[in-house]
């Protein structure tokens, strides 16, 4: 599928995709070679896929896999197109890893499209991990990234109805779980969708992916869990990977992704692990988590998937080594 793809293309692909595969677990079914967050995520793997089956490297992959929703403007949370913060600039967070120690990260990206490509840049050209802000900018620029002006007129047009209100009230689960656009009170925004993209080779190799624009209408420097290692993607030789997505905030306190990874360290399952992260934030959290959203998504290096979200609706896509991909509704909490 190509980058153009649309989004709601990508979200009707991904509804019948459900619906053949969600009857099986996707541990049932052939060694994942990629897995990433929600419906949408089907296209980034096939992306993915085929720049694997051209020869590309991990990390090839899963920078081809984000580049599909960064480069969809129907997507108002990843990439071009995306929410703009409470002062009307779209800023861009991303973060890419391989099981050697290899990460670089950018946050408060502006005027760049993939920001994955200048998380590469970061790691492949500097001694640093994270770059921010104008920094992260003026490096991608001098990288030779063309600039954007990222604030399309529908995310425009979104911004300025919230000021008339101004109010901040996050709902739970991604933009295609919640119903159209309107549908939810003036002045309330939705979970921002994150692309988590994990893949594996055929030895059990490990890399990953996340990128977004962030939480809509976030205060200006706010910075969520996805450019984190640790927190919204976190890798290990032989160990496993995963990633997350939902309210940033939440995950960045228990550092979730690392936290996933350690407890298959010690023998817990994909699954299993990823459901250890998202009880101890119930835990941590009671009652002020009431209606937040947090999935997390891991892969071990047999392929074997996990998923466990605080609430129903996230979902997660998996593509196995003949090229198949499902997308599968994660199990949550009190489900």
């Keep these: 599928m190509s980058e153009g793809v649309t989004r709601r293309a ?3 692909t991904g509804s019948m995709a459900a619906a053949a595969g969600a009857r099986a677990a996707p541990a049932a079914q052939a060694p994942a070679m990629i897995v990433s967050t929600w419906d949408f995520g089907a296209a980034a793997n096939q992306a993915a896929f085929a720049r694997g ?8 992959m899963v920078e081809a896999g984000a580049h599909v929703p960064e480069l969809d403007a129907s997507n108002h949370s990843v990439g071009y197109g995306g929410y703009p913060d409470r002062d009307g600039h779209v800023t861009l967070d991303a973060v890419i890893m391989d099981d050697a120690g290899n990460v670089g990260a950018v946050a408060a990206l502006e005027n760049v499209i993939h920001a994955i490509s200048v998380a590469r840049a970061v790691m492949e050209h500097t001694p640093h991990v994270l770059l921010v802000g104008e920094g992260a900018t003026r490096f991608a620029r001098d990288q030779g990234f063309p600039q954007t002006k990222m604030l399309t007129p529908e995310a425009e047009t979104a911004w300025r109805e919230w000021l008339k209100t101004a109010q901040y009230r996050p709902v739970a689960n991604s933009e295609n779980q919640v119903g159209p ?11 921002h969708d994150t692309l988590g993209l994990l893949a594996r080779d055929a030895g059990g190799r490990l890399a990953g992916a996340c990128t977004t ?20 993607l976190f890798v290990e030789r032989g160990v496993g990977a995963a990633t997350s997505s939902g309210l940033g905030e939440e995950v960045v306190r228990i550092a979730g992704t690392a936290r996933v990874v350690a407890s298959m360290r010690m023998g817990l399952s994909p699954g299993a692990a990823c459901r250890e992260a998202v009880e101890h934030i119930r835990r941590l959290r009671g009652p002020k988590i009431k209606e937040v959203q947090v999935g997390f998504l891991a892969l071990a290096p047999d392929g074997t998937v996990g998923a466990h ?14 090229g198949r991909t499902r997308v599968y509704p994660a199990p949550h909490l009190d489900g």
């Design 213 to 232: 624009s962030g939480m809509a209408f976030k205060m200006r420097g706010r910075v969520g869990d996805s450019p984190l290692a640790g927190c919204g």
């Design 53 to 60: 089956r051209a020869g590309g490297s991990l990390i090839d």
């Design 10 to 12: 990508v979200l009707a």
């Design 181 to 191: 656009a309107g549908s939810e009170p003036l002045g309330s925004i939705r979970n």
């Design 309 to 322: 979200a605080l609430l129903p609706g996230f979902t997660y896509a998996v593509t196995d080594a003949e």
